[in-house]
């Protein structure tokens, strides 16, 4: 399960746990709920701090691997990355850019 996942379950678990609590209370259901809710986040931050803190990390190295591949892409359509793991090894890529400039060539006839 996602560190997401379980956190964001957490802080729901937290907040249906906190509001069971104040349930019997006499008191105003709005009121209720805006102490549910406070006592939840304050219970969270100490509670939930492993969860908290790996779904940090989770989203730390998402945002790193999508940094590298936009780079990487950007390489790429800018031609720096020539020896890519696309690119033919063999120089095919040299024969072919040979051939297209020699067909180009065939349709015009003899030069006068």
Do not use: C, H
């Amino acid at each position: 399960m996602s560190a997401a996942v379980k956190y964001t379950l957490g802080r729901i678990g937290l907040f249906a746990a906190v509001v069971a609590v104040l349930w019997p209370v006499d008191m105003n259901i709005f009121l209720k709920l805006m102490v549910a809710l406070l006592f939840s986040a304050a219970l969270s931050f100490f509670l939930l701090k492993g969860w908290r803190d790996e779904m940090a990390e989770e989203m730390a190295t998402a945002a790193e691997r999508r940094r590298s591949e936009k780079e990487r892409l950007r390489a790429a359509l800018a031609g720096d990355d020539q020896a890519g793991p696309d690119a033919p090894a063999d120089g095919a890529s040299d024969a072919a850019a040979d051939q297209s400039g020699t067909a180009s060539d065939q349709g015009r006839g003899p030069a006068a």
